[in-house]
């Protein structure tokens, strides 16, 4: 197979990636973005299997490790895809970029100890040209970070496990970031060292402060920023790919990494300002403190106006505008399609319904979009807070399903934690009825004052058999 050939496949593949970004741009394109997105993948694998062939030199051992890790891991990938909870959509997403990141590892690792294998041009016994040794250097770092960064984000999000450092609550201890610093400068330093030297020891010590670097980078983030996490990581792995698509002289790799870091980086931005953080301070994990759990407590103590679900229906069905607005505890009892269900016996009643989704709302950027995509609720009823907060005002019901600090009203209070975050508006409408399980704090650990309103009436319980119970009680 000719350079030329080579070159011009991973051009098509390189566009197909772009267009599939640009499908996941927006729920009504989406199928088609992953489409592209499978087929671009398809042909950069098959390329590259072809080459790794053509380069064993007809012995045919290259192919059968390639043919062995394509089964293994389009099974295994394939496998997760098709058995994975929307709920748990987030893990998987943490756990598809620690793969990314190990995977940089690895091959930076292969390129160093045996350079004229994985290095195109390079003779054997040649030492490793400068410019490549940066190029490795700093895609086995990120790739590092990444990895073990990932593996706590996975830990966290799951909320299963009782390992300390994957439970959801910031892991924080005095002078934190001065050993963030001092630890990143080592780093640097070694594989400046790696760089200027091709010393290995250099090289591998660097490799293992970035990985504890990744975990102490992703432990003082508490639930609350998960969402912002996940992207960050998203960009982080799309640059390790990219370091050592520079290594390998792999456009395709170069071109996919950066369009994966680039996107991911930008999510980040728009993440940030979705949650009033610093950009700088989240690529370097200086965020995430919540406050404490005695914010949490004082919620139990105080008096809520609470009604059945008969009740909310009775509310709804006399209302002529309801918003939606859907958060993770809607995810967490599978209640979409009783949603669903329960705004189309609204609509049949003549009520316009409408979905508000916040940014950060649920456990990763677009959650809520995918949640209500999967019930196969109308594009046309859902709105992003932008498009929707204006319309709160003259909503005569706001219904807040599982959802918690993208509601709260605190943050237009200076000196609360999350003071500056935009949110829902929806304690401007002219009723609210929350669902919730308990008075249980959001992840930001805060009170909230919309349980509190006289307009409000706390509906406690599952969502799922709430929503279905209003439904019932409507028909």
């Known amino acids: 197979m000719s350079m030329n050939t080579v070159t011009l496949l991973y051009l098509f593949a390189s ?149 300390r450092l994957f439970q959801g609550a910031p892991v924080q201890f005095a002078g934190q970031h001065k050993l963030n610093l001092v630890l990143g400068l080592i780093t640097i330093a070694l594989g400046l060292v790696f760089m200027f030297t091709g010393n290995l020891p250099a090289f591998f010590a660097m490799l293992a ?28 792995s799309g640059w390790a790919a990219a370091g050592i698509g ?10 996919a990494g950066s369009l994966v870091g ?25 965020f995430g403190g919540e406050a404490g759990p005695a914010a949490a407590g004082s919620a139990v103590q105080r008096a809520v106006k609470s009604g059945s679900a008969d009740d909310a229906a009775f509310v709804l069905s006399n209302a002529e505008t309801v918003i939606i607005v859907p958060g993770y505890g809607l995810a967490v009892a599978r209640a979409q399609h009783a949603v669903k269900e329960l705004a189309q016996k609204l609509i049949e009643h003549g009520v316009n319904v409408k979905y508000a989704i916040h940014p950060v709302a649920g456990r990763m950027p677009g959650h809520m979009n995918v949640l209500l995509a999967e019930a196969e609720v109308p594009y046309d009823q859902v709105f992003e807070m932008e498009d929707i907060n ?61 349980f509190y309103m006289d307009k409000t009436m706390m509906v406690f319980g599952d969502a799922k058999k709430v929503v279905e119970e209003m439904g019932k009680a409507i028909e």
């Open 390 to 450: 204006g319309e709160f005002g003259q909503a005569d019901v706001a219904i807040i399903l599982g959802a918690n600090d993208v509601v709260n009203p605190a943050a237009l209070q200076k000196g609360s934690p999350i003071y500056g975050m935009p949110i829902l508006e929806a304690y401007k409408a002219k009723t609210v009825i929350v669902n919730k399980r308990s008075m249980a704090a959001g992840y930001a650990g805060l009170d909230n004052e919309l």
């Open 209 to 236: 402060l970035a990985f504890v670097m990744g975990v102490l980078i992703i432990i003082p983030i508490g639930g609350a920023d998960m969402p912002v996490v996940v992207s960050m990581l998203n960009s982080y």
């Open 15 to 163: 566009v197909c990636f772009i267009q599939a970004l640009k499908g996941l741009s927006h729920p009504t394109t989406s199928i088609r973005g992953n489409l592209f997105g499978m087929v671009g993948m398809a042909i950069a694998a098959c390329t590259t299997a072809a080459l790794i062939v053509e380069n064993s030199g007809g012995r045919g051992q290259g192919m059968l490790w390639v043919l062995l890790g394509l089964v293994v891991g389009g099974v295994y990938g394939a496998y997760r895809a098709k058995t994975v909870e929307m709920t748990k959509m987030p893990e998987l997403v943490a756990f598809f970029h620690s793969m990314i990141g190990l995977a940089a590892v690895f091959i930076a690792v292969a390129a160093v100890l045996e350079p004229s294998a994985l290095l195109q041009g390079l003779p054997r016994g040649a030492e490793i040209p400068t410019g490549n040794r940066l190029e490795l250097f700093l895609g086995a770092a990120i790739g590092a970070i990444t990895f073990s960064g990932s593996v706590i984000a996975f830990g966290k999000l799951s909320g299963t496990y009782k390992f």
């Open 246 to 255: 520079f290594s390998l002289n792999n456009s395709m790799l170069i071109i």
């Open 262 to 286: 680039s996107s991911g980086a930008i999510l980040s931005y728009i993440m940030c300002k979705a949650m009033n953080r610093s950009f700088f301070n989240v690529i370097l994990g200086g």
